[in-house]
């Protein structure tokens, strides 16, 4: 049997597309963002997922409503997949100096104040292990952001440290993760 994991990022905020960092800054989706959870819902009702587990974010708590308004699924949140914490660089440009080179900086804490790659992989990978060994008989869909979707490709998948820094996954865009069975115990 196998555990299937599918992942998806909370509809555009305005800060996605003013290109602005959103970590704790806990702001709603927009109008595209409300329209890509709709055609988001749509995909998902063909997924057979059995639960979703999502941030307590409003952009992920608004998008997985809506999916959860179309399939019926039930929601469980989960505040270790809220998103990372970017500390000084919250608020501010994606292009702002130096925020690129901190993503590669895993013992630093972002922006001098947030959080180090390295506390936010502790924190979602212990959410992970968790909804292995919990939901191991279940499809499960997980509503969360950029940052943290980044580091749960890190959990399946080999990442060189220079592409980890500019792996991005769109709004609402689903990914899809597989556990054989063999492998709960290794990754519990």
């Not at 003013?18 to 963002?33: A, K, P, S």
């Not at 399939?71 to 989960?78: A, K, M, N, S, Y």
């Not at 191991?136 to 990442?159: Q, S």
Request: proline share 1%.
């Amino acid at each position: 049997m196998i555990l299937k994991i599918y992942v998806t990022r909370h509809g555009q905020t305005d800060f996605n597309k003013q290109e602005r960092i959103l970590g704790t800054t806990d702001m709603d989706i927009n109008e595209t963002g409300l329209q890509q959870a709709h055609v988001l819902a749509e995909k998902v009702s063909g997924l057979n997922a059995d639960v979703m587990i999502v941030s307590p974010m409003k952009r992920a708590q608004t998008t997985a409503r809506i999916v959860s308004e179309k399939t019926g699924l039930e929601i469980v949140t989960d505040s270790r997949l809220r998103e990372w914490n970017y500390g000084n660089y919250e608020t501010h440009s994606r292009f702002s100096e130096g925020f690129e080179e901190n993503k590669v900086n895993f013992a630093m804490r972002m922006g001098k104040t947030g959080e180090s790659v390295l506390q936010l992989a502790h924190r979602v990978y212990s959410a992970l292990d968790d909804i292995i060994k919990n939901y191991h008989d279940k499809t499960v869909l997980i509503v969360c952001h950029g940052g943290v979707c980044r580091i749960i490709n890190t959990y399946f998948n080999d990442i060189k440290t220079e592409d980890f820094a500019v792996w991005m996954v769109n709004n609402c865009e689903i990914l899809e993760y597989n556990v054989p069975e063999e492998n709960y115990e290794n990754r519990c």
